[in-house]
Nanobody, 123 residues
Framework: VQLQAFGGGLVQAGGSLRLSCAAS????????MGWFRQAPVKEREFVAA????????YYADSVKGRFTISRDNAKNTVLLQMNSLKPEDTAVYYC?????????????????WGQGTLVTVSS
């Protein structure tokens, strides 16, 4: 199984970025998908998740209204559109796949992780 995250970079506060995660080696539609992030000296935290069918989405309070998660099961891809970025959004962002369709806000429920992509938001 491979999860490859793309789209990180440097952006000014208030700007936007779109992260994508390409999955291979698994039946994509059988997995709930999530995005987590980890800032220096902090624990990895939940950002957003989407159910297997895409019918349900979940967000951390800190990103609600600014970030949007979506998936394309035909292309084995999950996206994270990030708008109105803030310096505190700076982190390495990881996509992950869960065999469950609930509890997607807990990193303990994920089976596979990507390598991460760095997002840096300057003030």
């Amino acid at each position: 199984v491979q999860l490859q995250a793309f789209g990180g970079g440097l952006v000014q506060a208030g700007g936007s970025l779109r992260l994508s995660c390409a999955a291979s080696g698994l039946t994509f539609s059988w997995y709930g998908m999530g995005w987590f992030r980890q800032a220096p000296v902090k624990e990895r935290e939940f950002v957003a998740a989407i159910s297997k069918s895409g019918s349900r989405t979940y967000y951390a309070d800190s990103v609600k209204g600014r970030f949007t998660i979506s998936r394309d099961n035909a292309k084995n891809t999950v996206l994270l559109q990030m708008n109105s970025l803030k310096p505190e959004d700076t982190a390495v962002y990881y996509c992950a796949a869960s065999g469950l369709d609930y509890g997607l806000n807990s990193r303990l429920n994920y089976n596979y992780w990507g390598q991460g992509t760095l997002v840096t938001v300057s003030s």
